[in-house]
């Protein structure tokens, strides 16, 4: 109708997001095909159980229990049913099949991405997944096409929203971690088993994917280097404070020169200080962002909302207009971009500053012996800052900022401070990220 | 060599991006190769005067001042000439030779971006200009890609870096107007005319091209609504701190509804306050910055350089190495955008919150004289303040923040509050943006 050809359209899954992109899809027919060339037809929704489908305004004829069969008959398939299997093996099918895929599925892409890709470069299908790293932020697109005549060399993410709501509270309103964590519990913003996002898996997955769209390059999942929020401590909050900084966890992909002159990619998701100057630490709430720095570009900002049924959903739409207007023209697909092969270098060749907290013994001569000591492992000290708490009965705490030191040389410091007569106890290291 | 086929740019201009982005074509010839499946070669680079080469390390051999013999070899044309013509003829020219256009040239893209995107769609060539609007920030194609999906209902733009700087040094370091325009322009942020910075000249050129992508329609630059920074006040930027805000010159472009019901679009310019709270109150000196409320995906902002040689230079590079794969992979450009054909709406038709500061006499039953006035004129109070500044013999400030109204209603509003007997002077009138 309307002289447009048709599209035929795949659903894999219809929770949070699938019932959103479907129910766009149906509303706004009529301007996707105005603005692709073609008319967009749903022509079926593939869920586990046909009794617990989602949202009860979708026409109860789209859905089907037989993805299998689905998959077969359509041009573009969009994936989110989330978990590797079987959505990888329908993915694969689908493009064995000639269709293009777009995907919001973080585990499965962090796990298989190459391959998938691979397999879709083959065929000349697309594959698009905008809506698996930092929801409806457009950061995918930019990185791969935007970015593609510059060289990125470090990425600094807020990419999971529970944990910079957890961390947010604990800044701004002083709660504790388990009153944070609480609150966050209570307003939905962690799962019933909250380990993927405390600990860090989530936003290790993503790092594996920006890592991989910055720098060319296939970065294994379990290569990331990986701490959780579960170790902040309000006092490292307030330390924090005292610096002008904030503590987020950040997922980092950066190129690294090893200290033999290999030069690789690290990937690693951990709590860092901040400057408050920066603007990573202005994005507040379960906001996301990703932070880029590039040879000529300098310094870009990505914002906006990490999650959310309807959100995500304008990134995968987004990647469904990009893939019909590919059917239209014809063509192949933009070609895939791990081409540079670099080596993933493991946390101790990593370079950053760090923040230590000490209780060392109040008497002279310590602090004498802590930066004799910084200095034999190769680590310098930029700050000291010294307070004898009240009724502390001869002990004081140190607070060190250091410069950029070795990953490698910082841990060996920490063993010795560890090792010292007059160290107490190392109750705090943190690493300090951004430039600002 | 390498077994890639050739693709000839031709590069017009060669100021102080043109030379960035010739640098970079020339010294990243291979990885730009691997990224595009073609070699990029810079086949020449025209200028008006051979004597007045920027760049000195350029082959001496690539320049010329042939530029029409330039384009008509070339399969990418990237345009960096600035101004209307000949850059105009020359783009026509390289479109209807079947060359792909990459152009920064805002002025160029305000005044006739679609009748060269016609051009371009015609013969099936694509026209890109990301580095026309913020510089390095990649927003156009996140704008006509990403979003595509998505309805956008309105753009709020920090897209001038020069008169950012300005109230940003009034804000935080107290600066008054003239010692901001001194610095700046003393930093090289200034022109040596500065009118088209600090009266928004630019701003609506860009708030031209963010209104026609954002809305898929054509929005004539003499029909943005402009005011420029020029009558900012240090009384404006202390009221506005008191109202923990901040003023930025905003280029605003909004889906609207006029008092008849036409559904239209709102592009404009003028200093507004915005909360401290919102994303875009953290943009500070030179750096521009592009928030987005669209239905689905919620807020989104884009962060970064919005001018300098070699930054906008990526945005370029970008285009080209797009334009270069499709080159490669054949098929037509994206299609042009320009197919809503909304009306442009004048500024009496939007609908915003002010802020109006008073001078009154200072006595009893002024502010019941004021509050009727502005509820004659549908005008409605949300705060209201009055002060008695020390000698100020029978006269008070007041410091009225509205609900949202129309412009009409506050235009009349303000005559009326000129016109009344008990008011002394309207002071300020400014305008406050951002639902945060």
Known sequence: MNGYRDLRVALLGCGSVGSQVARLLLEQGDELAARVGARLELIGIAVRDLDARRDAELPRELFTTDAERLVLGADIVIELMGGVEPARGLILRAIEGGADVVTGNKALIAAHGPELADAAEQVGAQLSYEAAVAGAIPIIRPLRESLAGDHITRVLGIVNGSTNYILDRMDRFGDSAEDAMRVASELGYLEADPTLDVEGYDAAQKATILASIAFHTVVPVDSVYREGITGV???????????????????????????????GVSARVYPALISREHPLAAVHGGKNAVFVEAEAAGELMFYGAGAGGVETASAVLGDVVSAARRHVIGGPGVPG????????????????????????????????????????????????????????????????????????????????????????????????????
Not at 233 to 261: M, P, Y
Not at 424 to 433: D, F, K, M, N, P
């Open 233 to 263: 401590t309000s006092a490292q909050i307030e330390a924090a404070q005292s610096a002008n900084c904030v503590i987020k966890l950040l997922a980092i992909a950066e190129r690294i020169t090893a200290a033999d002159g290999t030069v």
């Open 337 to 436: 971009s791990s081409h540079a092969d670099l080596t993933v270098l493991p946390i101790g060749e990593v370079s950053t500053r760090y923040q230590i907290m000490l209780a060392v013994r109040d008497e002279p001569g310590v602090l004498a012996a802590i930066a004799g000591l910084l200095a034999e492992n190769g680590v310098s000290a930029a700050s000291v800052e010294q307070t004898v708490p009240e009724g502390s009965e001869g002990t004081a705490t140190l607070v060190i900022g250091t410069h950029t030191a070795r990953e490698a040389d910082l841990a060996a410091t920490v063993e010795a401070l560890r090792d010292s007569a007059v160290v107490t106890a190392v109750t705090s290291v943190i690493r300090l990220e951004g430039n600002a």
